[in-house]
């Protein structure tokens, strides 16, 4: 039995699917957080809380670096933890330098600093010749500006230190990205307190499909998992509306994509790590969106699992204790899995959303996540303003998106306008 240390964690799938793989495993967790009322606001419905599984739940202010590390140091020494880890993104450095201090296993604080920061990413792997899209980083508007006519119009704005899509922008003209940049500059602090860089990345628009490419690093060597596809609404925003896993590709395309993943995993010097790779399969090449160096979000893990049985949270805890993980796959009676969000377009209170009876007792679906009435909506921006999830498998091809996708259309959210 090993003992982890589980630094912060998101308060969605990933906050459960880590515990069960840990618990699963036979190990145990410590959980350290700067505020646990964060999770004991958003308890699951129906299900125990993730954190009544931790051997012990520790205070510290996990947004000070330098406080934080003393502390994690007098708790290692009466706890002795075997790995650090965690599912959140703005904590993803700060678990890297805490396994650096104490000398645990996993990727280096240096890596996942760089691909933590979209700016240091796009940097490093520009001068590794890993493929992207012309880019500039900028400090003010004018700087911006002067950036958009260098590349050309139309160009995406990101905020290079958030993440779910949040202030992602496509902006077709100056006035476009004078909005933009102004909205992302009214939002100086993240969910988790932590105060924002106010530079800005500026991207050249790739046009083409967009996937995912799951790895697995370890000893130096990174195995690909697979290749998620992806599906995205909501412009001028970038909003994640599905995902098929494995993507229905070309094999050629499937391999450029694999190819371009694996050699921006390395030229970040990312290893003992679970990492999920953006590309897009542009008309000159697969060309990378972002790198994140941990397992990927919106529940892609599960749709690997339901197709290869291969767990990567089980994967990811593995690593984090310098175990090489269980990669193998096994026969699951699917041969695709594909997921479908409910993304609100208006803003309200949510009442009913109909159909879902029928959607439940419809063959193939593997799972059905709605919100609750009485949820406040507001019309999404980014990927945290879901209202529910329809997912399904299908065991003969890649029909697993098709069934989905009617699956969705049968729910209709009835949401009732703010007076």
């Given amino acids: ?50 954190l009544l599984g931790a051997r012990h739940v520790l205070t510290a202010e996990t947004n000070d670096i330098e406080t934080l590390l003393p502390f ?4 290692h020494e009466a706890l002795r933890f075997d790995g650090v880890i965690t599912s959140c993104d703005y904590y993803l450095p700060t678990a890297a330098r805490i396994a650096d201090l104490l000398g645990l296993p996993g990727p280096t604080a240096e890596a996942v600093e760089t691909a933590c920061r979209k700016d240091a990413t796009r940097r490093v792997l520009a001068e590794a010749g890993v493929p992207g899209p012309r880019f500039a980083v900028c400090d003010s508007l004018a700087a911006a500006a002067q950036a958009a006519r260098d590349i050309g119009y139309p160009l995406v704005l990101k905020p290079v230190d958030l993440c779910a899509g949040m202030f992602v922008r496509r902006v077709d003209d100056e006035s476009e990205l004078t909005a933009a940049f102004r ?5 100086p602090v993240n969910a988790r307190g932590q105060r924002r860089d106010p530079v800005v990345l500026l991207e050249e628009l790739l046009d083409g499909p967009e996937v995912s490419v799951e790895t697995v690093s370890y000893a130096g060597s990174a195995q690909v998992v697979g290749v998620t596809d992806k599906s995205v609404g909501g412009a001028p925003a970038f909003i ?11 094999a050629a395309d499937t391999e450029a994509a694999v190819d371009t993943a694996v050699r921006a995993v390395k030229a970040l010097g990312l290893d003992e790590v679970v990492t999920h790779t953006e590309i897009k399969l542009t008309a000159d090449g697969p060309r990378v969106v972002e790198v994140n160096p941990r397992p990927a979000g919106n529940r892609i893990t599960e749709l690997v699992r339901h197709v290869t049985g291969i767990d990567l949270a089980a994967a990811a805890v593995d690593v984090a204790l310098g175990r090489q993980p269980d990669l193998s796959r096994r026969a699951t009676g699917l041969a695709s899995a594909a997921i479908g969000f409910l993304v609100p377009d208006t803003g309200g209170t949510l009442t009913a959303v ?4 029928q959607v439940r007792a419809a063959d193939g679906l593997l799972e059905l996540q709605l919100a609750e009435p009485g949820k406040a909506v507001k019309a999404a921006g980014s990927n945290n303003e879901y209202l529910g999830h329809v997912m399904a498998g299908d065991a003969d091809g890649p029909g697993a998106r098709d069934r989905v996708e009617a699956l969705l259309a049968a729910l209709c959210p009835r949401v009732e306008a703010a007076r």
């Fill in 1 to 50: 039995m090993a003992h982890l240390l589980m630094v912060e964690s998101w308060v969605g799938s990933m906050s459960r699917l880590l515990p069960r793989a840990i618990r699963e495993a036979g190990h145990e967790f410590t959980f350290l957080t700067r505020d646990l009322h964060h999770y004991l606001r958003s308890a699951p419905e129906g299900a125990a809380h993730p």
């Fill in 72 to 75: 994690v140091e007098r708790a």
């Fill in 183 to 187: 909205a992302l500059a009214d939002f």
């Fill in 240 to 250: 994640e509306t599905g995902h098929m896993f494995p993507a229905a590709l070309p």
């Fill in 354 to 357: 109909d159909g879902a009876d």
